[in-house]
């Protein structure tokens, strides 16, 4: 099993990028999804989830209206739109899978212990 992020990148402050995250070696389709960072010298955080059905997302307060999570089962890929973009948001990039099938209270989808599965990361670099 293997989630693969890609998309990261320099980008200048107020711009804009899309992360994508595919999986292989199994479906995730009915699984739980979401994203997190780690700043240099600061802790994993989380930024954005999504429910296995796609009808609910979840979002840190720092990034809403900003950034938007989706996800296209068919693809088998997680996205995450990033606009308005700040240096703030500098830090290294993972997706998560959940390796259930369920469904959570909310505070469930901000925990990075829910997820089984994650990304090896990508660098997204905002410069003021």
């Known amino acids: 099993v293997q989630l693969q992020a890609s998309g990261g990148g320099l980008v200048q402050a107020g711009g804009s990028l899309r992360l994508s995250c595919v999986a292989s070696g199994r479906t995730f389709s009915n699984s739980a999804m979401g994203w997190f960072r780690q700043a240099p010298g600061k802790e994993r955080e989380f930024v954005a989830a999504?429910?296995?059905?796609?009808?609910?997302?979840y979002y840190t307060d720092s990034v809403k209206g900003r950034f938007t999570i989706s996800r296209d089962n068919a693809k088998n890929t997680l996205y995450l739109q990033m606009n308005s973009l700040r240096p703030e948001d500098t830090a290294v990039y993972y997706c998560?899978?959940?390796?259930?099938?369920?469904?959570?209270?909310?505070?469930?989808?901000?925990?990075?212990?829910?997820?089984?599965?994650w990304g090896q990361g990508t660098q997204v670099t905002v410069s003021s």
């Open positions: 999504i429910t296995r059905s796609g009808s609910t997302t």
């Open positions: 998560a899978a959940d390796s259930q099938q369920g469904d959570y209270g909310s505070m469930s989808y901000r925990a990075a212990r829910l997820y089984d599965y």
